[in-house]
């Protein structure tokens, strides 16, 4: 069940001092967000520090953000061969997008997609021809329920620590991934944020944290964002969180320039007990509502059913709402 709900006055008093319009907020009239995407996003991490934070810098916020992401998952509809050594294509996030909206009923969705959708292969233009398409159709079946979409831009692609198991260019076929991907990754980014001209809602993290990596590297050659350079680790995912509670009009300079999220909620009232227990409540709603909305990716786990789960949620929600009002 949706938790009661107060973003149109809390995200304002988020914002950096001075009069706020209802129309440039851009949480006003949200109550439930729901994140897409692949492995990073099923992981969950930056979304637990996303409702984390939010609940701790401003206990009167009580937003439901449903984590829905896929492992392997692509809006692209596209696979490579031998994707799981050969056991399952990449599921298509069309092929489950219609129960998703009708199940969940968003007023915002968080769509993180682009590191599966390149297949890992050099640049292709019938393949950035799909994930456009994907991307344009996510929005128009977003649109028929009417429910905002806020594109992320994918991480970064990282083949230095896995540069043994890359390819060059120029190869008929890769079933390992080529070593300039994070290009192809750059692009399906400039070409996201080149659609804010159309009106889209576009969230950089790509750039962000190509920088802060590249920077990290200038002091430490060795240094590592992702051990297989694909999966982030926890700063990735605060990176991640930032930029998009930057986007959300977070202006706390501890918050937009900090590069750890739990220094940063250990700096809030009960912000690392608040953290760990969204992080138990998120992790046993999003296999309750996987499996509750239906997925063809083998390997996943079921979850508990989904009304016993929300059930759990609530409980555990409630907790956090004692916490949060409590003074430190």
Not at 4 to 21: D, N, V
Not at 143 to 152: M, S
Not at 179 to 184: F, K, M, R, S
Not at 258 to 268: F, R, S
């Amino acid at each position: 069940m949706p938790y009661l709900l107060t973003f149109a006055t809390a995200t304002t008093l988020l914002l950096a001092p001075g009069p706020s319009k209802a129309d440039d907020d851009p949480l006003a009239g949200i109550h439930r967000v729901v994140f897409l995407g692949d492995s990073i996003t099923y992981s969950g991490q930056f979304i637990e520090y996303i409702e984390a934070y939010l609940r701790t810098s401003q206990p009167e916020v009580r937003c439901e953000f449903l984590n829905l992401g896929l492992p392997s998952e692509t809006v692209s509809g596209l696979s490579e061969p031998g994707h799981a050594g050969g056991s399952f294509p990449r599921p298509d996030l069309h092929e489950r997008l219609g129960r998703v909206l009708e199940r969940t009923r968003p007023d915002l969705i968080v769509a993180c997609y682009g590191m599966n959708d390149g297949i890992y292969h050099p640049f292709s233009e019938e393949r950035f021809e799909k994930y456009q398409g994907g991307m344009r159709k996510l929005r128009e079946q977003a649109a028929a329920i009417g429910a905002r979409v806020l594109h992320v831009t994918p991480p970064v692609f990282d083949p230095m620590p896995i540069r043994s198991r890359t390819l060059p260019a120029g190869l008929a076929e890769y079933r390992q991934p080529y070593e300039g991907y994070d290009e192809v990754l750059a692009r399906y980014s400039e070409w996201l944020l080149a659609r804010k001209g159309e009106g889209w809602e576009v969230v950089d993290v790509h750039g962000p944290m190509k920088r802060y990596l590249d920077e990290a590297r200038r002091r430490d050659p060795a240094y590592r964002l992702a051990n297989d350079g694909v999966h982030v680790n926890a700063t990735g995912h605060w990176i991640i969180a930032r930029e998009i509670l930057r986007h959300w009009g977070v202006r706390d300079r501890e918050v937009v320039e900090a590069v750890n999220g739990e220094k940063v909620l250990a700096g809030q009232p009960h912000g690392l007990v608040v953290l760990k227990l969204v992080q138990e409540k998120q992790r046993l709603l999003k296999d309750a509502w996987l499996t509750a909305t239906g997925h063809r990716r083998p390997g996943m786990k079921a979850g508990r059913p989904l009304e016993e789960a929300q059930r759990q949620a609530q409980r555990i929600d409630a907790e956090i709402g004692t916490l949060v009002a409590r003074k430190p």
